[in-house]
């Protein structure tokens, strides 16, 4: 039956129907991104100037980012009702909270001096942002913009699924059926996207001015879908329900097990991926591998990260059954694809003198990139690892949809059955994971960066090693790249 | 919790001006469990229904199919559809949760049965050999597909013994997932398994059932509280008026031959066995 899913439902009209599940992703993806961007500007102005709003907001994204987007969407379907509505808020809400930290960071790094001469000359704090700041950063927010527009498609596929829309319902229910044709042509449409949406955001990134109708465009989305709380006390009663806390005594017991499912299926998987990566990076790098070798693994590398982790998991429950091996596998299959282009990228950033050197000693290009590039690139590849190693903590949390097991598919279960006093204790549990696994991970990558004695070459988030884009102003700055994709905006 | 303050904070925001769903002049939102999945598939076969239902009403009716149980009941709790077709756990908590009121129901559905099924040569041929064995039940909100089942197996002794079990969100999933070998065993939905072999999708020499579950109330179509009673009364009449030889499309995709009225107190035992299983 597995040959089924390489026999896709072509037909005209199926492809047809397809046609309006994949302009309501898209087109929701475009909406919240550009509320996000907008929305994230400002709290990141705000707490950049020490504007009273921006401070607190900064702690609400927070606690925001800690909550799995998909357990989000739920959330505000309860509040909204089916449909778009609600999957707009909830990714929305979502990336508003990582692009106001990502921007809030960008900010920061930028020389002050103009704000203080235009501080000096009596301007208000809005003509300092406009002026003072936003120009100095504009770059790298439009890069980190584009970027966060590709992982939004990719949480939005996730999301339509319980929003009740787009390709992403589709998909998942013809997986869920089991109908693997239909499924299939699902598959390869949601790939096909992804990788044109790469394309398009590094087009997006060479034209600026592209931007500001692609967010006319999105705001203007965003308004005619923005959905209204509903009448009747049905939101009132979830929330009072989400308001008290609770775990029935045998789900304390369960506790460390969940918890101990969860990690493991997260450590798991980075662990193998980051491994596995390592010498997959060297046949995608382009100072150390062939042109063939190349453009073979960097498009299997990028249709592995292409499918969500929850997509893969719905395929691979097909071959593995039932349990967290199945959410072990999906977190590594996608966590593969995008470690292989980061590690292939750092190591090709990494500064050049003593590959040369190696180089000229008559080594191959291979050996001169193992000795010569890849002792410079530990640490920033140490780090990269770490903060997969979170995200997929995230991520394994959501996998509780397709029963991967661990704290995840106790959170859906409680949703499922509406019991909103545990749904609550399981997101508080999962949040005090997250952000506990957080700062022990920034803490640890820390302690690495010493140990190897070697700084990644920036800030992992802002500026990670990458492409030198070339803008149309001839301006040079650092793009985020394409594989950090499902780790960035999280923080 | 800080993230619903926000969202309402947000959603308070929004222009007021559009209609509130549901609110639109004349249209009647109806959602339904996607007790038969909710692909483009399931879509078209509902098509026929929205057809039928908005040609009896003399009104534009739009049929939801939601991508779980859950959204349905919420969806029918938030108003954003008027009328549902819930399953019996579903109706209950609808029930419960917001005074749902019960209209009709399928005559099958006053006794309904769970099949359970396993491949033919998994030696599987009664509950007591499914120790240890992994099982596929339908949406974990599903009554026949999940509740009932559960409980069966609880009382005869084999529902600590079984090996992994998995929700797989509907009922012809199940069917797949059992036929594939993804699970050993499965149980779902009497009336969705006999359409499977009728349409061929499943080989009854392959798959077939071992066991059948003792009766019990099931599937009801349910309107929220704040529709009109005249509304209520004309979308029953419409169901109650099918009759087979003349309605035998519609009546295909509804599995069912005849329609009944129905009661809430029909599903006292439902209510009971889930609170039992902590389901409620």
């Known amino acids: 039956m597995l040959g089924a899913l390489f026999s896709p439902d072509l037909s005209p009209a199926y492809l047809a129907a397809l046609a309006g599940p994949i302009a309501e992703t898209l087109a929701l993806t475009l909406a919240a991104v550009s509320v996000a961007v907008v929305a994230g500007t400002l709290l990141a102005l705000a707490s950049a100037l020490d504007a009273w709003p921006g401070r607190m907001l900064t702690s609400v994204g927070t606690a925001l980012r800690a909550v799995p987007d998909l357990t989000l969407a739920v959330l505000c379907v309860v509040l909204f009702g089916l449909g778009a509505g609600a999957a707009l808020v909830a990714l929305a809400l979502y990336y508003t909270a990582s692009a106001a930290k990502a921007f809030a960071g960008l900010l920061a790094a930028v020389p002050r001096a103009p704000v203080r001469a235009l501080a000096g000359t009596g301007a208000g704090g809005a003509v300092q942002a406009l002026w003072g700041l936003l120009p100095l950063a504009a770059p790298q927010m439009t890069a980190y913009g584009t970027f966060v527009f590709e992982c939004a498609f990719r949480a939005a596929v996730v999301v339509g699924a319980v929003g009740g829309g787009g390709i992403g319902a589709e998909l998942v229910g013809s997986l869920a059926a089991f109908d693997l044709p239909r499924a299939s042509t699902c598959i390869i449409v949601t790939v096909a996207l992804a990788l044109l949406l790469e394309r398009g955001a590094l087009f997006v990134r060479m034209h600026p001015r592209a931007i500001a109708a692609l967010l006319a465009l999105g705001l203007a989305l965003a308004i005619a879908w923005w959905p209204r709380i509903l009448p009747g006390d049905h939101g009132l009663r979830a929330a009072s329900g989400l308001a008290a806390p609770y775990l029935p005594a045998e789900q304390w017991r369960a506790l460390p097990r969940l918890l101990a499912e969860t990690f493991a299926m997260a450590a798991g998987a980075t662990l193998l991926a980051a491994v596995l990566a390592l010498p997959l990076a060297f046949a995608c790098s382009r100072t150390a591998s062939a042109p063939a070798l190349r453009l073979i693994s960097r498009i299997g590398a990028a249709v592995l990260r292409a499918m969500p982790e929850a997509v893969w998991a719905l395929v691979l429950v097909l071959w593995l059954g039932i349990g967290p091996a199945v959410g072990a596998a999906a977190l590594f299959l996608h966590s593969l694809g995008a470690l292989v282009r980061l590690f292939a990228d750092t190591i090709d950033a990494a500064e050049p003198t003593a590959r040369r050197a190696v180089l000229r000693t008559g080594a191959g290009r291979a050996t001169a990139a193992l000795y010569g590039a890849l002792p410079l690139a530990a640490g920033a590849l140490g780090t990269h690892a770490a903060f997969r190693f979170d995200w997929n903590l995230r991520m394994a949390t959501v996998l509780g949809l397709i029963g991967a097991g661990g704290i995840g598919q106790e959170l859906y279960e409680a949703q499922q059955l509406m019991h909103y006093g545990e749904l609550s204790a399981w997101l508080l549990v999962t949040a005090a994971m997250l952000i506990g696994t957080e700062r022990a991970v920034a803490a640890l990558t820390g302690a690495w960066r010493k140990r190897v004695g070697v700084e990644p070459t920036r800030d992992w988030l802002t500026a990670p090693p990458g492409f030198e884009v070339r803008t149309r102003h001839r301006a040079r700055f650092s793009s985020i790249h394409a594989a950090a994709v499902p780790s960035a905006p999280s923080r | ?280």
């Open chain 2, 1 to 280: 919790m800080g993230v619903l303050v926000l969202c309402v904070a947000l959603a308070a925001c929004s222009p007021g001006d559009e209609p509130s769903p549901g609110a639109e002049q004349g249209l009647l939102r109806i959602g339904m469990i996607p007790d038969a999945g909710a692909t483009q598939a399931a879509a078209d076969d509902k098509r026929l229904l929205q057809e039928m239902l908005a040609s009896r009403l003399g009104r534009p009716v739009e049929v939801i199919v939601t991508t779980n149980y859950a959204a349905t009941v919420e969806a029918l709790g938030n108003g954003s559809v008027d009328i549902a077709y819930l399953g019996g756990l579903t109706f209950v908590r609808a029930h419960n949760a917001f005074g749902a009121v019960p209209l009709v129901q399928r005559d099958i559905d006053r006794a309904f049965h769970s099949a359970f099924i396993a491949r033919r040569e998994s030696g599987i041929d009664g509950l007591d050999d499914l120790a240890g064995r992994s099982m596929c039940f339908g949406d974990v909100n599903s009554t026949s597909g999940h509740l009932m089942p559960r409980f069966e197996l609880d009382e005869a002794g084999v529902g600590e013994t079984l090996g992994p079990a998995r929700n797989t969100g509907s009922h012809p999933a199940t069917a797949a997932a059992v036929a594939s070998g993804a699970c050993d065993a499965g149980v779902l939905d009497e009336t969705v398994w006999a359409k499977l072999v009728a349409d061929g999708a499943i080989d009854p020499q392959e798959v077939a059932v071992f066991h059948t579950s003792a009766p019990f109330a099931d599937y009801v179509w349910a309107a929220r509280p704040g529709v009109p009673a005249a509304d209520r009364e004309s979308f029953s009449r419409a169901l109650l008026e099918l009759r087979r030889g003349r309605d035998d499309a519609v009546l295909d995709v509804l599995r069912g031959d005849r329609y009944v009225r129905a009661n809430a107190g029909d599903y006292a035992a439902v209510e009971a066995t889930a609170r039992k299983l902590k389901l409620l």
